[in-house]
């Protein structure tokens, strides 16, 4: 604005006295025109009384009509006819940032077609920009954390965050503001993309209006094969219609920034800021300004590698340095909206990203956000479709690598090749010696030179340690090194490195080793040779033959153990050989994922490996949160396996079997119950099977279309596994104090090798349906029961709008008699029990309809806060009328329980992050004042309400009864008598 005044006065001082008095009576028309305050008349009079007219009428325009003085003027001027005078009081200024925002405000992006662009500012996401310095443990959490623990320790980078409208602000305790800002990051993190966000918004008025009248975007890259050598060539570089302007801008250097772009690509040597091959880099003209030797008055914003920050500061006296950490997740979130244009395409893409752990760790970086939005955006809305769009991970990261050879490495082709070499041997090295942080020494081992372009995967940490500043180098996160390392196996290590690799991965203390062993997997496909660079093809002709002969150790190892045993089906996903994944698959003939929670990527994982299979013995999906998303993608390839989670029942738990008998006995059966056989294979008692084509085979001697099954639901109390003939307890089970035999699949004691179900009392049995074994649709349902008893009421519903009941409904039935306990005996694992809640008659319809949600805050933590003692939910909400109060019967199904039996337990509000679905306080315990017991769940949906109560009916009960602590012993014999 000090500019304007000064040249505004100038003006208005070569106008005589009648054109100056002529030039304020005219100001009033066009103050509408360009919507301006109105200066009163009386105020222009005595400015032109004063001593000095034309610096107090300058006063006035400018402190009324702001940048807008200058608009008004050169109208103005043109209609009292000084044109010679609106000549010179042209706006250069205005005249380049127009220029500016022709060229910015489109972009082509990488794979644009030729004409094709996009509008920036619709595609700009937010950068994160961080204010200070991390220390080295800090950093390395950061390094080895993946998916969603890596976004979440990401997030702390917001407290620190400074907004590029700061960035020379002073802020918190800074006395001024600052002229030289740094900006630094590694390769693809966006330091660009940041520069043309300050240009374009600058032109646009909305960046440092007030402040800097010229920005200059210089490119360093661009600077290297720059000849010229003064000041006035660099600025016209910047645009040619500067030229007039070259003395306006030389006199109020305050108001000019420029802006370097690329620091570490002017290759100066540390010493003399000479360039390598010896010319004046830039010209001396660049060196003068970042030492201030001219313009020192000017502001200067420098991005940089922090590889060069060395260089940069022996040159230059940073006053503020900030990096780049790239994008936190809401960002990242943001960016696949913003890049899909379809948000519900992109919600699909985004939640498919968030449970793949290796992508979404590298989704911090802008460039790799970009090339996964690339290969995701044409497979529609359909999860399914996106998915079978999306590549393996080590072929996204491969386009990665590539991209930031083509668009960040200026060496030669074969330049390129000898660098990657480098990289792939420290990072081998690295992982070998479990090391992710590396000094100058580690590199040079390995040939690289930090003061060259080989820096390109790598980011710089400073720290104080000794009085001393140390720096230490690391890849962008522990992913690309590991690719990296792998990429060194697969291209230029022995056969003996390879299988010493293989085989050390196998041991319980290298387990991290597998994420290795993943990408040398992927990296063998033929796709991922099609991707990778010329100095990356696999050199040993005998890296399949390592493969194949270490899988089935790798099988031994990892069968028992779900997540590692996931690891390998995900390594015959990435190699996308069906031949091979056909082998594997007979050694690895038994998945149990038994309580290991698995998404929509391990899912589709495990569908591929099914899918070249034929002799799946088993797969156990129970307890893993399947949900309707994951359901879909498995549900073609579920009934492959010829034991679906038969595993061994969970002692007092219900499960849905099924029994085989004519059409006039169902009917018998039905209306008078089961009575048990006299004998058989285990003795006395109902003979039932969980396997509905074993089932479907009885009774052997009627015809097929003749055969009705019975679908029960049989509560299995305490259970005895039988697993071959002349068992102990064969025929003796029962008197050891068991109510289910059971008789596992393919243990040689049916000769179908179907399972086997005797249940001694009828009365655990209750018949659900009279069914045809033609019933498919049905079941399938059953089977799901089967192997999903935890999975949620709408989930299936969902996927099957015909389906009358799920598992919830099985329960709701009163045919199911619900665990229920003594309040004193602590909650089971995984069981279902009756509990209560107190409320108002409003609330419980609100919760009926839809669902608890946690409480923020409690004893406990967040949760729902539930009881088994309907007297605890009968005395709540405590501030109304007992007559209002109206308490909802649940069911509840706990999950993991952690006992909190004292004030300030080590996990009292922290038992969900240790694991566990419910917390538990026992009676008596101290911290309940009333000292009844209470229980708060995590997850709403653990929870379904079974109807809605009066206070009053439960004392009526607890009377009846005449024992008041057993009110839920009667409450199972309504469930069991009241059908």
């Not at 910047?238 to 002017?266: H, M, N, R, W, Y």
């Not at 720096?471 to 522990?478: K, R, T």
Request: glycine share 4%.
């Amino acid at each position: 604005m000090d500019f304007l005044k000064k040249k505004l006065e100038k003006i208005l001082k070569k106008l005589g006295h009648y054109q100056l008095k002529q030039f304020w009576n005219k100001l009033e028309s066009f103050e509408k025109k360009h919507k301006c305050k109105h200066i009163p008349l009386s105020k222009l009079e005595r400015a032109e009384k004063s001593a000095h007219p034309a610096v107090e009428i300058t006063q006035l325009m400018v402190g009324h009509y702001g940048v807008k003085a200058e608009d008004v003027a050169l109208d103005v001027l043109n209609e009292i006819g000084r044109k010679d005078l609106a000549v010179k009081f042209k706006d250069y200024s205005k005249q380049y940032k127009e220029e500016i925002k022709d060229n910015l405000v489109k972009i082509r992006e990488y794979n644009s077609l030729p004409g094709e662009t996009v509008d920036f500012n619709a595609r700009y996401t937010k950068l994160i920009l961080v204010k200070k310095n991390q220390q080295v443990e800090e950093k390395k959490m950061e390094l080895e954390a993946k998916g969603k623990t890596h976004t979440h320790l990401m997030e702390k980078h917001r407290d620190s965050s400074i907004n590029i409208e700061h960035l020379f602000s002073a802020i918190e305790n800074e006395r001024k503001e600052p002229k030289t800002v740094v900006i630094q990051g590694p390769s693809g993190i966006g330091k660009s993309f940041t520069v043309h966000k300050i240009m374009l918004d600058w032109a646009s008025g909305k960046l440092f209006p007030d402040r800097f009248r010229y920005v200059f975007h210089l490119c360093c890259r661009e600077l290297r094969i720059w000849e010229n050598n003064s000041l006035e060539d660099l600025i016209m570089q910047c645009s040619d219609t500067l030229k007039p302007a070259i003395q306006e801008i030389q006199s109020d250097p305050k108001s000019v920034l420029f802006i370097f772009d690329g620091f570490d690509e002017l290759k100066l040597f540390p010493e003399d800021g000479e360039s390598k091959d010896g010319k004046n880099v830039a010209t001396s003209v660049v060196i003068k300004l970042l030492r201030k030797n001219i313009l020192r008055e000017a502001s200067l914003l420098i991005t940089t590698r922090p590889t060069a920050l060395h260089v940069l500061e022996k040159i230059v006296t940073i006053e503020r340095c900030v990096e780049v950490v790239g994008f936190l997740e809401e960002e990242i979130k943001d960016y696949f909206i913003k890049s899909f244009q379809n948000e519900k395409e992109a919600i699909s893409a985004f939640n498919i990203i968030e449970e793949n752990k290796v992508v979404l760790s590298m989704c911090f970086v802008p460039i790799f956000c970009w090339i996964v939005c690339s290969i995701m955006k044409t497979g529609g809305q359909n999860s399914e479709q996106i998915m079978k769009n999306m590549q393996t991970d080590s072929q996204v990261m491969l386009h990665f690598i590539n991209h930031l050879l083509e668009h960040h490495c200026m060496s030669s082709t074969s330049g390129k090749t000898e660098f990657l070499q480098k990289v792939n041997k420290l990072a081998f090295f690295g992982i070998r010696e479990e090391k992710r942080v590396f000094t100058e020494k580690d590199l040079s081992m390995c040939s690289i030179n930090t003061d060259n372009n080989e820096t390109t995967f790598f980011s710089k940490l400073f720290f104080k340690a000794d009085a001393r500043r140390h720096v230490l180098y690391h890849f962008l996160h522990l992913t690309v090194q590991e690719l990296f390392a792998a990429i060194y196996c697969v291209s230029r290590s022995s056969n003996e490195e390879i299988e010493q690799l293989l085989n050390d991965s196998l041991d319980t203390k290298n387990q991290s080793l597998i994420h290795v062993v993943r990408f040398i997997f992927g990296l063998s496909s033929v796709k991922s040779q099609e991707i990778m660079e010329d100095g990356c093809q696999i050199m040993s002709n005998n890296l399949r033959i390592h493969l194949h002969n270490w899988f089935p150790k790798a099988v031994m190892s990892f069968r028992d153990n779900p997540p590692f045993l996931l690891q390998l089906l995900y390594c015959l996903y990435e190699i996308q050989d069906a031949q091979f994944a056909a082998y594997a698959m007979t050694v690895l003939s038994q998945l149990n994922f038994r309580r290991y929670t698995l998404n929509i990527i391990d899912c589709t994982v495990i569908k591929y490996c099914i899918e070249h299979t034929d002799s799946l013995e088993q797969l156990d999906l129970c307890c893993c949160n399947l949900e309707e998303k994951e359901i879909k993608i498995l549900w073609k390839v579920i009934f492959k396996s010829q034991d679906i989670s038969y595993t061994e029942p969970v002692p007092d738990q219900v499960y849905v079997m099924f029994h085989g008998t004519t059409k006039q006995n169902a009917e018998l059966i039905k209306k008078n119950g089961f009575r048990p056989s006299a004998d058989g294979m285990l003795g006395r008692g109902v003979y039932v099977s969980r396997d509905l084509q074993k089932a479907s085979r009885y009774p052997l001697d009627i015809d097929e279309s003749q055969r009705y099954i019975l679908k029960l639901l049989v509560n299995v109390g305490r259970v005895k596994k039988i697993d071959r003939q002349k068992h102990p307890m064969q025929k003796t089970w029962h008197d050891n104090g068991y109510d289910t035999a059971w008789v596992p699949p393919n243990c040689g004691m049916v000769p179908s090798g179907l399972e086997e179900d005797c249940v001694w009392d009828p009365r655990r049995i209750r018949v659900k349906e009279v069914m045809h074994p033609s019933s498919v649709l049905q079941t399938h349902q059953d089977m799901w029961l089967i192997m999903l008893p935890n999975l949620e009421s709408c989930t299936l519903s969902k996927f099957i709008p015909s389906m009358a009941s799920n598992f919830w409904e099985e329960i709701d039935s009163h045919v199911y008699i619900p665990a229920c306990l003594e309040t004193y005996d602590e909650p089971v694992q995984d069981r279902v029990y009756i509990m209560y809640h107190g409320t108002t008659k409003e609330n419980a319809e609100l919760i009926r309809k839809e669902g608890f949600k946690a409480s923020k805050e409690g004893m406990l933590g967040k949760g729902v806060y539930v009881s088994r003692d309907i007297q605890k939910a009968g005395r709540y909400p405590l501030n109304i009328d007992e007559s209002q109060r109206y308490v909802l019967k649940l069911l509840v199904n706990v999950g993991r329980v952690k006992k909190i039996d004292k004030q300030k337990h080590p996990m009292q509000k922290t038992w969900h992050d240790n694991g566990y679905d419910t917390a538990w306080v026992p009676p008596n315990c101290g911290m309940v004042p009333s000292g009844l017991e209470e229980d708060c769940i995590r997850d709403p949906r653990r929870i379904r309400v079974i109807e809605v109560m009066h206070p009053f009916l439960v004392l009526q009960i607890i009377r009846n009864q005449g024992i008041k602590n057993q009110c839920l012993a009667a409450e199972r014999m309504l469930y069991a008598y009241n059908y």
